[in-house]
């Protein structure tokens, strides 16, 4: 008996193990202090939905070889800039997300390409590149947020030149539109039909993708490349296309994401993104080298959902409490990344 709960500990993760026994004492918690339970559950369903894609960014990125892709706040960037083009020729409703999504798409491609084309320069110090462009290129963007030629009133200071830190969506039909779409109501649960099935159309795309004669080469070429190698695999050329697609995802995630938040959050808004992104694809079972659609779908529950719950329970204890939750949130958010990389066995 022993034997077998220690295999089953090793196998799952004895930090996962502590996170979901979080999760659960958190539900039991919000049961017990009288929460209205079935609005947290709603509320947990619309963030796996704005988050999903974003999470969804790291599982090309892992298998090509390069790492947890903390760098996919290129993407985000570049998604942000979509959107902005989106708003400013006017576009409404589905139209205005298409629009972000498909303005977005060019200019993930080439940004990917070079952010690949750079990470193959540093093979073994990708994480640490990754973090370093990250961060450098969200600082830089400040400037390009006050030089981009926007003149949208929605979007533009009244006074000078730039655009504002926050752009609400509301005026062109953006704000929760994947979130009303075919919801429905079960119990006094609502579920957010499009939201959540625009996630898993995502996740069913990259599924295919890794299954693709492509993406069988970007596997091996991630796995071991020097056996890739002999194959007669470019190493170099698949780890290029999983960062390309990473940064593809991280542009149609931010969207997803801000259509559910409601608002367009710029300058400082994308600099920590990436970090809630792989905690949480490392919370569902994910290492440094090797993830899945499934370690999405779970890691982004179970992060998102602690968020969720976390909150109003520990505002129950006190308002002087009120900051556990976020607390919470980075103890579990760094802590896991710092596990994972603990279990890389120094490679």
């Known amino acids: 008996m022993r034997k077998h709960m220690t295999s089953f500990i090793q196998s799952f993760g004895l930090a996962r193990l502590i996170i979901l026994g979080f999760f659960l004492f958190l539900c039991a918690s919000a049961i017990m202090f009288k ?19 974003l999470v969804l960014a790291m599982v090309p990125a892992i298998s090509s070889g390069i790492g947890p892709n903390f760098g996919v706040s290129l993407g985000i960037l570049t998604g942000l800039v979509g959107a902005l083009i989106a708003i400013e020729l006017r576009l409404n409703g589905y139209m205005a997300f298409v629009g972000a999504i498909l303005f977005s798409l060019p200019f993930a491609a080439i940004v990917g390409y070079g952010y690949g084309w750079l990470l193959n320069r540093v093979k073994g110090s990708e994480m640490m590149l990754a973090t370093f462009v990250g961060f450098s290129a969200v600082s830089v963007m400040k400037i390009g947020w006050l030089l981009l030629p926007f003149k949208s009133p929605e979007m533009a200071w009244p ?3 730039g655009v504002r830190v926050t752009i609400a969506l509301d005026n062109r039909q953006l704000s929760q539109l994947l979130n009303n779409t075919w919801s429905f109501n079960i119990g006094s649960v609502v579920i957010p039909t499009g939201l959540l099935l625009f996630f898993l159309l995502c996740c069913g795309a990259v599924w295919l993708f890794m299954r693709s004669k492509t993406g069988a080469a970007m596997y091996a070429a991630g796995d071991n490349p020097r056996f890739a190698e002999a194959a007669g695999i470019n190493v170099d050329k698949h780890r290029m296309i999983g960062t390309m697609v990473s940064t593809i995802l991280g542009a149609v995630g931010i969207i997803v994401y801000a259509q559910g938040f409601g608002f367009l959050q710029l300058y400082e808004g994308p600099m920590f993104m990436p970090f809630v992104a792989v905690a949480a694809i490392l919370i569902g079972g994910a290492s440094v080298k090797r993830a899945s659609i499934a370690h999405v779908l779970i890691g982004t ?6 968020l969720v719950v976390a909150m109003p329970v520990a505002n129950v204890f006190t308002a002087d409490m009120a900051s556990m939750a976020e607390i919470s949130r980075i103890i579990i958010q760094n802590g896991i990344i ?10």
């Open 301 to 306: 529950f179970l992060f998102q959902a602690i």
């Open 338 to 347: 710092i596990y994972a990389l603990t279990q890389t066995g120094g490679e």
């Open 35 to 53: 929460l209205d339970f079935a609005e947290l559950l709603s509320s947990s369903l619309v963030r796996i939905g704005m988050n999903g894609v």
């Open 159 to 161: 006074i000078g030149r």
